[in-house]
């Protein structure tokens, strides 16, 4: 790797071309989650229709998650060496087309395979989100930046929980597929139009001409002690906490006799002003100059999350509705203050060249944590607490409590990133 001088950010972009960049993919990120997660809130009158057990309806977000984890990969290799516009405008149209084709299917397997087809596109998406951004943003701007497009993850949680909630209810769980599908197609026109490639590591004091392969990028990686920590802690942030937001819908529906619109609705507030107002307090922190220090931000993600494993736990284990609803208020907002930060740390523990590697890697730990293993979990336990007779409110909710706690094994993954972050950065771009 070669050395350069720092190039600013206004020499290359002006300041509204880079926030108009960075509003884009936040919206191509809310688009993501609200048809990744909009399952969630329809397992209701899904599992009612088909006949499915919590197995069974936790076997429904497998399909997504599986061919999200295989197609990152070398969805996130071609990320690395193509054009990124067209290849994400490629991918938000195809997902977007397959969530709407959702709406269509008539039985069990037709819906996995539209699934399959929403998780092949969503793989190329958030990478290469991450990618183009980092060339719009220098380092110690990235947790801010990062943190403004990970708005767009409550405003997806909020769009596949309280509007598909609404048009289920109102004309039936297909119909919402197709409300959230439509616009995502729209999007990829507007990304193809409006925003032109960024050349890759124009903002970076590291340079290196060479493309590392993906075996190179899985050395580096491996070498950097706090991209290890940090990845396995933004995923067992989604494991803990996306995780348990899984079946919370269901749980609602079956504890305090909610519709899923009414579920949905509950949710969907909390997702939509305590996950955009924990992004924003988020972006403003990490803006400060205090926080261009990277220790501090994963001081910061560890004493968060930790504090609010405790709600996490309270919802579950309480029988009255309005207490759970105020641990909600507590324990969501947790679920995107990370979101940002998180993959900041990642884009700057890794070269320019590895960037949409790193974030995919980063990813797949995270998905198989929180769309495959944390629902199977969960679906697993509740039909074993059940027994014959079937799961229950009861039986979710003592697999729910099991699941909360492990707020704390992420919590410590960033503690113990902070070790190692100042150099393992230094030797990723250049300059912390």
Known sequence: MASKAPIQADSVATLG?????????????AISIAD??????LLGPISKELNLSDSGAASLGIPLALFYVLMGIPLSWLCDRTNRRNLLAASVAAWSLMTALTGFTRGYWDLLLARVGVGIGEA?????????????FPADRRSMAMTVFALGAPIGAWLGSDLAGY??????????????????IILAGIIMLTIKEPKRGRLDVVADESTPTI?????????????VHAMWASGLSAFWGWGLMWFTPLFLQRSYGLDEGEAGSLLGLIYLVGGIGASLITAYVVARPAYTDPRKIARLLAVVTAIATVPSFLAYYTYDLNVATVMWWLFIPAIYFYIGPAFALCQNLAAPKMRAMAVAISLLVANVLNLIIAPAIVGGLSDFFAGPNGADAESLRLAQLILAPTGLWAAWHYWRAEKYIVEDQKRAIGYV
């Open 124 to 136: 190329g998406g958030t990478p290469a989100c991450n990618s183009i951004l980092a060339d719009y």
């Open 167 to 184: 048009v289920s209810t109102s004309y039936g769980w297909r119909s919402a597929f197709l409300v959230l599908g439509i616009p995502g």
């Open 215 to 227: 075996m190179e990028t899985l050395k580096f990686l491996w070498s950097q002690k706090s991209a």
């Open 17 to 29: 071309q880079r926030w108009y960049v960075l509003i884009i993919m936040m919206l191509v990120y």
């Open 36 to 41: 990744r997660y909009v399952l969630s809130t």
